[in-house]
C-alpha cells in the first residue's frame, strides 16, 4: 500500500473541495480519501496509474502541481 498526497492548484473553497472530491467517484482502488484546499491524500495499491486521477482532477479545472509517495 502507499500513501499519495497531492498538491493542487486553484482551490479556494468548500465548493472546490467538493468538485475535487467527485472527480474521485468512479475510480476504483482509492482509500482513505481526504480532499482539503489545496491537497488531497489517499492510499492506493503498488500497481496503480495515477493518470485518470489526474486526469479527473484536472477535468474540474484544477492542476496537480507535486505528487509525493509513501510506502507503507
Known amino acids: ?10 482551490m479556494s473553497c468548500q465548493h472546490c473541495v467538493a468538485a475535487v472530491r467527485r472527480a474521485f467517484d468512479g475510480i476504483d482502488g ?3 480519501l481526504i480532499v482539503d484546499i ?3 491524500e489517499f492510499k492506493i495499491t503498488e500497481e496503480f496509474d495515477l493518470g485518470p486521477v489526474i486526469e479527473a482532477i484536472e477535468d474540474q479545472g484544477y492542476s ?6 509513501n510506502s507503507g
Open 1 to 10: 500500500m502507499k500513501t499519495v498526497k497531492l498538491q493542487i492548484v486553484g
Open 30 to 32: 482509492i482509500m482513505d
Open 38 to 40: 489545496g491537497r488531497a
Open 64 to 69: 496537480v502541481v507535486n505528487i509525493e509517495r
